[in-house]
């Protein structure tokens, strides 16, 4: 152990020899999209271009990576969204394994498909986007033998989720965004239309937000014979995304509802198990996991304060503002085949806890699916044309959700056409798609990667 820290130590110190056996390889990517209705509440932008690369640098048994993409929205105005999903420095020999940096945690590797924000941060570029964010902090992985291993995650440093990003200016709330989901700017009071002024009291970005502590375990264990992997995980850490307090008011001066918003960090509790089981051709994921933004772990981590919400409730014809912290479990199935020329997986999400959460909750989106079956497939004709379906229905709520997209390369591979489409059909207003079924598109774009 020792001298694998100060191998470890070593390799800190000389980051900046790792340059060569250097690889970057990335993308450069122009769409447009066309919406196929005309949503109450929508944004300018209707192409974007975007540019996202990775890095990798190897050396001692040692690797450097980084990943990044910066996408711009063409308009009279041009708009921005930066996204690093993963940069860090990595050593490891035959027993350890430790990681510094932002980096993914696959511990939970159903939530991807089904687009939570629970563990890793979804990117936020766009609604249907399984992209995700890593966490800031320090990994360690210790393999006892060859069947357990065991992961610690600690971290100081929290950086929340930055897309989709919301600007507010002379009482209105925007966004680059062309799906996010935007307050709204009118409500009734007392049967008089009223409009809406936002007021957003920003914490000290510091000490209010980026100085939050994490910490989680991982203990796995496998059988080789079997083809099986059973693991367990814990974390305490913050929300991914900073939450709403606010507080509403009749501003009888200007004829209008004031509304007063206070982003806070929010600590919660996310843990689970997960079973992985090779059938053949088919690997089967199996997980039931449990998020609980109520748990609180000891003084030295900084959660909301609870008992200042009580009173800050408003409702109106329109929205409702009522703090409501909600324990939400899941558990998940899937079973996914790859075999080159084709792709396939079949998937199941049920909701075990009550959600209360509705859709015009201003502090929380409510659950985003109750019992939901989702099957997706890519079948390539050719090296250079293949198609992808992908199909999620939830039970209860009877949600749609539709993603298709062909694909025609050419240069060798090194370009290629995309046309697509996403729609969504939502029939019942507590349900979270709701909000985006008005967001039914087609889109074209153009890819070079390089």
């Known amino acids: 152990m020792n001298n694998f820290i100060k191998r470890f130590t070593l390799l800190c110190l000389s980051i900046s020899s790792l340059s060569t056996l250097a690889q970057l390889d990335g993308s450069i990517t122009y769409e447009k999209f066309q919406r196929l209705n005309d949503p109450a509440k929508k944004s300018e ?22 990943e990044f993409a910066a996408r711009a929205y063409v308009s ?7 996204s690093a999903p993963e940069a860090y420095v990595e050593f490891k020999d035959d027993e350890n394994r430790i990681s510094v940096g932002r980096q993914l945690l696959r511990w939970n590797e159903n939530e991807d498909y089904w687009l939570l924000n629970t563990l890793n941060p979804n990117q936020g570029f766009y609604l249907l986007s399984e992209k995700k964010e890593g966490l800031v902090g320090i990994q360690y992985d210790h393999k006892f033998n060859k069947n357990i291993n065991f992961s610690v995650f600690f971290s100081y440093f929290f950086v929340p989720g930055l897309n989709p990003s919301l600007e507010v200016e002379d009482g209105n709330i925007t966004s680059r965004s062309e799906w996010v989901r935007l307050p709204p700017k009118y409500t009734v009071l007392e049967g008089n239309l009223l409009p809406i002024y936002y007021n957003i009291n920003m914490p000290n970005i510091y000490n209010d937000v980026v100085k939050n502590k994490s910490l989680g375990f991982r203990l796995s264990g496998s059988n080789e014979e079997r083809n099986a992997e059973i693991s367990a995980f814990f974390i305490y850490k913050p929300q991914n995304s900073l939450q709403m ?3 509403a008011r009749f ?12 982003p806070l960090v929010n600590h919660h509790l996310f843990y689970g198990i997960q079973y992985k089981q090779q059938l053949g051709d088919v690997q089967m994921v199996a997980s039931i996991d449990m998020n609980d933004p109520t748990a609180t772990f000891g003084n030295d981590f900084k959660v909301v304060d609870f008992s200042r919400e009580e009173d800050k409730t408003f409702e109106s014809d329109y929205f409702v503002i009522e703090p409501n ?14 075999q080159g020329y084709y792709m396939f997986s079949l998937n199941y999400i049920n909701l075990l806890t009550n959600n209360q959460r509705g859709s015009d909750d201003f502090f929380s989106d409510t659950a985003k699916w109750a019992s939901a079956l989702g099957m997706r ?8 044309i293949n198609v992808m379906g992908d199909l999620k229905y939830d039970f209860e709520r009877e949600d749609i959700i539709l993603k298709a997209e062909a694909t025609y390369a050419f240069w060798a591979g090194s370009a290629s056409v995309n046309l697509g489409a996403e729609l969504i059909k939502s029939p019942k207003k507590n349900s979270y798609w709701s909000a985006y079924r008005a967001n039914d598109t087609i889109y074209s774009s153009l890819r070079f990667a390089f």
């Open 325 to 338: 912290y909600e324990k939400e479990s899941y558990a998940s199935i899937s079973f996914n085949v790859n």
């Open 377 to 384: 497939g890519r079948y390539y004709f050719t090296d250079f």
């Open 245 to 247: 307090n606010a507080e």
């Open 45 to 66: 932008y209707d192409d974007w271009a975007q540019i996202e690369g990775n890095y990798e640098s190897k050396m001692w048994n040692a690797k450097v990576y980084g």
């Open 251 to 262: 501003d009888q001066d200007n004829d209008r509802v004031a509304v007063d918003a206070s």
């Open 76 to 82: 009279k105005e041009a708009a921005f969204n930066f």
